[in-house]
């Protein structure tokens, strides 16, 4: 079966430093990997995804987050931190062969980006 | 483009009542749409899959006759939870998958709506 670990509730972050949110996963097979944001009592809004290609995938907003096969790994990363970042991300891992493209979320991750 | 919506954005209701969900592909047909639930400072949790003309598909522990989805069309689900209960109360998110036909190339993503606030009193 699919999993995903974030390994922390909470990263805090000064505005301007770079910030590193983790993610490691388990799925047989190649894996497709996204990362979510979510803001407060809002839906989900696509960041960016790794499928195959590049292991460093850029996305919305300046973020960009790093496939490590060998790790099982898909950290994301931002080099400048903004106070608006501040919100709640999901990773989130699909198999390639999973039925019906169902998704397997993270339990989240809030970053808190301070002036 | 790719824009899921939900309605209503929140709704509360006395218990024993049931509640209707819409989940609305705006600009695309969604072969598939999916339904989670979220609890305060949680993950979602998959509730289950739906396609449009067929029966949806429930995720282990979720009761059918509870949570009656319905994907009548390519660009609309309804969830509808009867004879609701305080333990009802959630988050409610939708998402729709395209397919094949994915809008910009946007394969092997979920679009996701932004959510209905169920309050059961």
């Known amino acids: 079966a699919q999993s995903v670990a974030q390994p922390e509730d909470q990263v805090n972050v000064a505005e301007g430093n770079p910030l590193t949110v983790k993610c490691t996963y388990s799925v047989s097979g190649n894996p497709y990997l996204f990362w979510y944001v979510q803001y407060p009592n809002r839906g989900l809004q696509f960041l960016l995804k790794?499928?195959?290609?590049?292991?460093l995938v850029k996305g919305s907003y300046g973020f960009e987050a790093e496939f490590n096969k060998s790790q099982t790994s898909f950290h994301l990363k931002k080099p400048s931190a903004l106070v608006s970042d501040s919100a709640l991300y999901f990773c989130?891992?699909?198999?390639?062969?999973?039925?019906?493209?169902?998704?397997?979320f993270g339990t989240g991750t809030r970053l808190l980006v301070s002036p | 483009g790719a824009v899921v919506s939900q309605h209503p954005s929140r709704v509360i209701c006395k218990s024993g009542t049931s509640v209707k969900i819409e989940c609305r592909s705006l600009?695309?047909?969604?072969?598939?749409m999916f339904w989670y639930r979220q609890f305060p400072k949680q993950s979602l949790m998959l509730m289950a899959t739906?396609?449009?003309?067929?029966?949806?598909?429930?995720e282990q522990g979720v009761e059918k006759d509870k949570f009656l989805i319905n994907h009548a069309s390519l660009t609309l689900s309804t969830l509808t939870v009867t004879s609701a209960h305080p333990e009802d109360s959630s988050f409610y998110i939708c998402?729709?998958?395209?397919?094949?036909?994915?809008?910009?190339?946007?394969?092997?993503?979920?679009?996701f709506g932004p959510g209905t606030r169920l309050t059961v009193l």
């Open positions: 998402s729709a998958f395209q397919g094949a036909r994915a809008w910009r190339g946007r394969y092997n993503e979920q679009f």
């Open positions: 790794y499928i195959t290609g590049d292991n």
């Open positions: 600009d695309f047909q969604a072969t598939t």
């Open positions: 739906s396609n449009e003309g067929s029966k949806a598909t429930y």
């Open positions: 989130a891992v699909r198999g390639p062969n999973t039925g019906f493209q169902k998704l397997v």
